[in-house]
């Protein structure tokens, strides 16, 4: 091949999988070539990779770039939708409800934000009517959203003038003078992360009444085109609120305030309080375990990943002592069939995280002979060679309760046939309600995927990259096997800290600055690593405030706990 002399090209090219190519001039935004490819997804294309980094579909080219979509069905497109949603309801309430200002607090597990105006007046049926036929509106005008940088001064006030003193104060100590904002018809705010490129994007929502406010609906992932039935969640609501409560007795209602609260040496007060919030959790529920003796004989315990279960189980096993009950537990692990036995999932691997893994018939069995007074032998699962064996006798007294913890622990098939009233059951999980402001949240899932990076780091030997890498994967097994059963628990029990992100934040960013930036695993991190910056650190020597036996000690180590079993044998 003979090299020859190249006159400069006015154009780029947008290389897509399969050997796709198309050519443009430069400058031409990545959604102009997604137009053109007319590529067929499962999801809404709402963002991109290019050459592997996320980047807005507004955003021009100005090289040569390789493409991949990012659609409603992935992680990070479902998150820009839901994120670009939120911008298009408050810039609809902002016209019509100038004197009001609206909050969005939790998320709703079949796909919505409930919100909130702060004035404490409800949204009459009437204005949700407006609100919603609002945001039809704008979204069949298909108007552009779009980034504006503005002095940083310029950006306080406008939050000042809006109502938002949160994001005002948050941002009052940012280093540069600027601060990139989005505008959509006029509006102007902060959203931490990217947005769509224009309200036609936006067309699957609706808006719902609900208790002392109204829910934002949106899709879910798993069908990025329609919106899930509503499913009225009053209790998981009831839990929002509750916190959002302790955030106030706190005086720390947003990240603002924590950190306000650390600079001003409120530390000591802040682990202090949070703890002893959850000691009182623990000890409303061991109370009405105790109150249910003796029909009560069994405690089940479920969660997702990284929500404290373990903690939780022996510091709930060390309330029921203190009452003169006894636990003794029974590892579910333990039960698993032999490895030949094991379902396989869609893709022909073993699925050790379904029911049907475990031996559920002989669980079953020997709940109701050691409920009836008869011994047992435990079995004992050996895991090199996939095969049960048999372990030691055990039997239980009056004084006694079952402990039982694990990811199916809400399943009812577990207990089926047991006397409805022989039975407690616990959900775990952090049901964080501290956000950045009043239109940022902080997600429950950021929170536990921060705790496990850290943990899996420090006693598994993972790095942030393989725990980034199984988080799929782990949330694709809790919603299909934890969530669904959550509304069968008695009690939920919230293992959120106010002050953990303040402590997670120094521990997590150097695991997180070692994820390779040529990886897809760096986008991730990329986006945490943004996330932590706004929180202020805790100092080391304030470490030592944090009691030995909290739940956040089974993620940074340190655990008075770590072994100890007040369970190893029956009485």
């Known amino acids: 091949m003979t090299i020859i002399r190249a006159t400069t090209r006015q154009t780029v090219q947008a290389r897509f999988t399969g050997g796709i190519t ?4 430069i400058g031409s935004s990545i959604e102009a070539f997604f137009k053109i490819a007319d590529l067929e997804e499962n999801g809404q294309i709402v963002a991109a990779l290019m050459n592997g980094k996320l980047r807005e579909l507004s955003q021009p080219m100005q090289a040569d770039a390789d493409l991949v979509p990012v659609t409603t069905a992935d992680s990070d497109g479902t998150r820009i939708y839901r994120r670009s949603l939120c911008f298009l309801m408050v810039a609809a309430a902002s016209e019509l409800f100038p004197d009001r ?23 009459s049926a009437e204005e949700l ?10 979204i069949a005008a298909n108007l552009p959203i779009t980034q504006v940088r503005v002095p940083l001064a310029e950006a306080l006030q406008l939050f000042r003038d809006s109502g938002d003193k949160e994001k005002a104060d948050l941002f009052a100590k940012r280093r540069k003078d600027y601060l990139t904002l989005y505008e959509l018809n006029g509006v102007r705010d902060y959203f931490h992360g990217f947005m769509v490129p224009s309200t036609s994007y936006l067309d699957v929502f609706e808006l719902r009444p609900y208790s002392r406010g109204f829910i934002l609906q949106f899709p879910r992932r798993q069908q990025p085109r329609k919106l899930q039935p509503f499913e009225d969640e009053a209790r998981l609501a009831t839990v929002f609120r509750e916190y959002q409560n302790w955030l106030r007795i706190m005086g720390t209602p947003k990240v603002a305030a924590l950190n306000e609260a650390i600079r001003n040496g409120r530390t000591q007060e802040l682990i202090l309080v949070a703890e002893a919030l959850h000691e009182r959790q623990l000890a409303n529920i061991s109370t009405e375990i105790a109150a249910r003796r003796p029909q009560t004989k069994l405690v089940m315990i479920s969660g997702p990943t990284s929500a404290g279960k373990t903690t939780f189980s022996k510091r709930l096993a060390i309330q029921l002592m203190a009452r003169g009950i006894y636990p003794i537990a029974i ?5 698993f069939v032999n490895r030949e036995e094991t379902p396989r999932d869609e893709n022909g691997d073993y699925d050790f995280e379904t029911i049907d893994a475990l031996d559920v018939r002989l669980f079953r069995k020997h709940l109701r002979m050691l409920m009836d007074g008869e011994t047992i032998v435990q079995p004992l699962y050996n895991f090199h060679t996939g095969r049960r064996e048999s372990g030691k006798e055990l039997s239980i007294g009056p004084d006694h309760v079952i402990l039982v913890e694990g990811i199916h622990g809400l399943n009812p098939r577990l207990t089926k046939g047991l006397p409805p009233d022989s039975v407690y059951r616990v959900f775990i999980s952090a049901f964080t309600q501290l956000n950045m402001d009043k239109h940022n949240r902080v997600p429950t899932t950021d929170t536990r995927l921060l705790r496990r990076i850290v943990r899996d780091a420090s006693h598994r030997g993972y790095s942030a990259t393989d725990t980034i890498r199984r988080w799929p994967s782990v949330r694709r097994g809790e919603k299909r096997y934890i969530f669904p059963n959550q509304n069968n628990a008695n009690v939920f029990f919230n293992s959120a800290l106010v002050y953990e992100l303040a402590v997670l934040k120094a521990l997590a960013q150097p695991l997180l600055l070692q994820v390779e930036p040529d990886v897809p695993e760096r986008i991730e991190a990329n986006r945490l690593m943004a996330f932590l910056q706004w929180f202020d650190s805790i100092a080391n020597d304030d470490l030592d405030f944090i009691s030995s036996d909290s739940i956040l000690r089974e993620f940074i180590g340190g655990s008075i706990l770590q072994n100890f079993e007040p369970w190893s044998g029956s009485m």
Do not use: A
């Open 22 to 25: 198309f050519e443009g001039p």
């Open 129 to 138: 009517v407006q609100l919603r036929r609002r945001m039809k509106s704008l």
């Open 331 to 335: 590892g579910m692990d333990n039960y």
């Open 101 to 123: 200002t609206i909050t969005i607090h939790h998320s709703m597990p079949f796909g919505g934000y409930y919100c909130e105006c702060d004035d404490q007046k409800l949204l």
